[in-house]
T-cell receptor, first 110, second 118 residues
Framework: KQEVTQIPAALSVPEGENLVLNCSFT??????LQWFRQDPGKGLTSLLL?????REQTSGRLNASLDKSSGRSTLYIAASQPGDSATYLC?????????FGAGTRLTVKP | KAGVTQTPRYLIKTRGQQVTLSCSPI?????VSWYQQTPGQGLQFLFE???????NKGNFPGRFSGRQFSNSRSEMNVSTLELGDSALYLC?????????????????FGPGTRLTVL
């Protein structure tokens, strides 16, 4: 059974810092991995999707990497801003479902 | 292009009642998935529909059911509501593109329906 873990559970940084969020999964037989952000009481916004054959994806200040063999993914946020404050979730797509981590709650202080 | 829409946004029911939630996917998307989000369990997969057929089902009791219509709109139903069913129910759509047999889709989520069971 696929288990997805995100570390840390919460993170607080001053504005302008670069930061890394971590996601690990136990079963490497995945189709893809997706990073989302969720604002309080809202749905999820897709940030980046990495196919199992890819190593990384970039969008603006965001860069996500995937090491399928070790069961790890990282989300790198450059030059963080207060508007980046949200909960970040990673999700692993397997054959039968999509499994989510518990998320990292990020606070970027002005 | 309009995003995923879910109705209603908020619902209050009492134990024992049943409820139906609706999801309209992004135009052209043929896959709809449903998730339950609670503070204790996080996001859990309920089921996935593609072209009116249920393709996958999560580990939920039979009180949870769903269907998809020919226009790709989907509904989920929860019968005999329990207090523990209080949650944010999220719907996601994707084109469910396939490349070499792999599932390559990006999932786009709606705002959710917040269900409170009293």
């Amino acid at each position: 059974k696929q288990e997805v873990t995100q570390i840390p559970a919460a993170l607080s940084v001053p504005e302008g810092e670069n930061l890394v969020l971590n996601c690990s999964f136990t079963d490497s037989a995945i189709y893809n991995l997706q990073w989302f952000r969720q604002d309080p009481g809202k749905g999820l916004t897709s940030l980046l999707l990495i196919q199992s054959s890819q190593r990384e994806q970039t969008s603006g200040r965001l860069n996500a990497s995937l090491d399928k063999s070790s069961g790890r993914s990282t989300l790198y946020i450059a030059a963080s801003q207060p508007g980046d404050s949200a909960t970040y979730l990673c999700a692993v797509r397997g054959n039968n479902d999509m499994r989510f981590g518990a998320g990292t709650r990020l606070t970027v202080k002005p | 292009k309009a995003g995923v829409t879910q109705t209603p946004r908020y619902l209050i029911k009492t134990r024992g009642q049943q409820v139906t939630l609706s999801c309209s996917p992004i135009s052209g998307h043929r896959s709809v998935s449903w998730y339950q989000q609670t503070p204790g369990q996080g996001l859990q997969f309920l089921f996935e529909y593609f072209s009116e057929t249920q393709r996958n089902k999560g580990n939920f009791p039979g009180r949870f059911s769903g269907r998809q219509f020919s226009n790709s709109r989907s509904e989920m139903n929860v019968s005999t509501l329990e207090l523990g069913d209080s949650a944010l129910y999220l719907c996601a759509s994707s084109s469910r593109g396939a490349s070499g047999g792999a599932i390559t889709d990006t999932q786009y989520f709606g705002p959710g329906t917040r269900l409170t069971v009293l």
